[in-house]
């Protein structure tokens, strides 16, 4: 079975490279040419150096080469879309688009989300752009028989990256005993997904012909309160976190520069929990081992070892202090409000 990643060095695609490795898979992946020392590319894999954003180029660099399969991890926009079916059609036998369970209407209207939920977000430009390249390329399976799979992860993480709102800034914070802002109420259940339960979902989509034309998305089965998740954190560093919380239409006032303001107002605030039933119909393989609370430990043993990588980020840092202030002052605002109640009530 030989196979393409476009990307292949990311927080999710290494996982399915080494899985599909694991698997006895010929690999290829394009991107760049650059490296990630945090995530190496397994012994074994053939890397080809060609610009993913230029169709001619990705063109020359595959040259006359047939896949069986190849896996898009950087398709983001209908214009990225548009440039995979004008390169790959009619060069490899399956397509697997790589999309985002963000895509799925919030706030949800029923649980769990199944693949047939609404596809509707407001609040994430990100997840608007993934719906219109994922309509593209339904409609070229449509008109065009283009062999598309589509693929929707949620909030996946391994063991070099946090699946925290301000990376290994908020968990730095929460391993030294500092004050962390949780929007909201910190009791929506939220789910997070090791990469490696990722990969044994989506490579078991690789050369599976029936599951052309169909998407899905792969995810953990275990959902937990936001609380929760920054409990196992503290659990993990060895300490207590200490959490305040901030109703989050807070957030685009005090932190509109905030790269993380978005993602939570159109997705983290709010509940998410997933329906694998199909996943596991086609791949009966899939089955999701890795708790948080083992990712947790598993994060906090690679920070240990590889302090160069996970240092905190200043300005980030200076966001989240900023948050707290926010915290701070609104109580203030409101303190005077609870003493005349008291007053009326007297």
Known sequence: MKVLYIGGTGTI???????????????????RGQTSARRPVPDGVTTIVGDVQDGESVSRAVGATAYDCVIDFLSYTAEDAMRSVKV???????????????????????A?????????????????DKIAAEDVLLRAYAERDFPVTIVRPSHTYDDAQPPLPGDWTTWDRVARGAAMVVPGDGTNLWTLTHAADFAVGLVGLIGN???????????SDEALPWNEIYGAVARASGTSALLLHLPSEFLPVIAPDWSWTNGIIGDLQHTALFDNTKIRRYVPAFRPVITFAEGARRLAAWRTRHPE???PDPGTDSILDRLVEGHRLARAALAPLTSQSSEEHA
């Open 13 to 31: 695609s290494s996982a399915c490279v080494t899985e599909s490795v694991r698997q006895g898979m010929d690999v290829h992946i394009v991107n």
């Open 88 to 110: 790959l059609a009619g060069r490899t036998a399956q397509y697997i688009h790589i999309s985002s369970a963000s895509i799925y209407h919030k706030p949800i209207r029923t």
């Open 209 to 219: 012909g029936p599951a052309v034309g169909e998407d899905f998305h792969i995810t």
């Open 309 to 311: 990588w996970t240092r």
């Open 112 to 128: 769990p989300i199944v693949e047939s939920t609404a596809r509707h977000n407001p609040y994430l430009p990100y997840a608007q």
